[in-house]
Every structure is written in structure tokens, then in C-alpha cells.
């Protein structure tokens, strides 16, 4: 989870700065990291959603992911494309970085307590084997 909320963190910042910085290579390196920091996460997002929801629903699961995720960024390109035209060059920039940050939020909230349970676990697992072992 924490991997997500450093790439999504760091995407959004990115994002945000983007309007607002004047050079050229600079605004360049900003766009072509900003898509690679939201695929870094992928990975690790489908394989937290695949643990979550029971074997034969994981089809469902990750096409709804998929589909979510794509008409978010379909709807997010339309309405860039009509603010862009309206004049407002720095209002998709953030109300994405708005959108991102409540994201990146949610996940620790929902997510967070989960991780922690998950290692908690963990940890009295690895305490129970090494009593078990005579440590």
C-alpha cells in the first residue's frame, strides 16, 4: 500500500507542478514520468485486489478495476479538453491533483488498517514459530 501512496503522492505533485513550470525539458520529463509512476503501481494494486476477493470473482474484480480506471481518465481527458477551451490552463492540473489526493488518502484509510493487520500477523506468526523452535 505504501508503494501506491508514494507513486500516486509523487504523480500528483508532478501533476500539479506541471502547469506551472516554464521549461520545456523539465515539462517534458514531468509527463513521461507521470503515467510510468501510475503503472508502477499497478502491480501491486491488482495483486492487493486479487488477495481481497474470493478466486472465482477475480475476473469480475479486475475488469471492474480496469473499467473504473478508464472511464476515469476518458471523462478526466474530456473535461480537460472542454477547460482547456475555456481558458482555465491550470484548473485540470488541480482538480487532479485534488482528485489523486483524496485517492491516496482513501487508501489509507480503507487500506491502511488492513496492512497493519497484515503485519501484525505477521510478526506473531514469526513470534510463535520461534517459540515453537526452542528460541
Same mark, same amino acid.
Given at each position: 500500500? !505504501?508503494?501506491?501512496?508514494? =507513486?500516486?503522492? #509523487? /504523480? =500528483? ?16 520529463? #514531468? ?6 509512476? !501510475? #503503472? ?7 495483486? +492487493? ?9 477475480? /475476473? @469480475? ?16 481527458? *474530456? ?5 482547456? *477551451? ?15 489526493? =483524496?485517492?491516496?488518502?482513501?487508501? &489509507? @484509510?480503507? &487500506? *491502511?488498517?488492513?496492512?497493519? +493487520? ?18
Amino acid at each position: 500500500m !505504501r508503494s501506491i501512496a508514494w =507513486t500516486r503522492g #509523487i /504523480g =500528483t505533485a508532478l501533476v500539479v507542478l506541471m502547469p506551472l513550470v516554464r521549461v520545456l525539458p523539465v515539462s517534458l520529463l #514531468i509527463y513521461v514520468l507521470t503515467p510510468a509512476l !501510475r #503503472i508502477a503501481a499497478l502491480p501491486v494494486q491488482q495483486a +492487493a485486489l486479487t488477495e481481497m476477493v474470493r478466486p472465482e470473482e477475480r /475476473g @469480475r474484480a479486475l475488469a471492474a478495476n480496469q473499467v473504473a480506471r478508464l472511464l476515469a481518465s476518458a471523462s478526466g481527458i *474530456g473535461l480537460s479538453g472542454w477547460l482547456f *477551451g475555456a481558458s482555465r490552463f491550470t484548473l485540470p492540473f488541480l482538480l487532479y491533483g485534488a482528485t489523486m489526493g =483524496t485517492n491516496v488518502v482513501l487508501y &489509507f @484509510r480503507f &487500506f *491502511g488498517s488492513a496492512e497493519q +493487520a497484515r503485519r501484525s500477523a505477521a510478526a506473531q506468526q514469526e513470534i510463535q514459530q520461534v517459540r515453537e523452535n526452542g528460541g
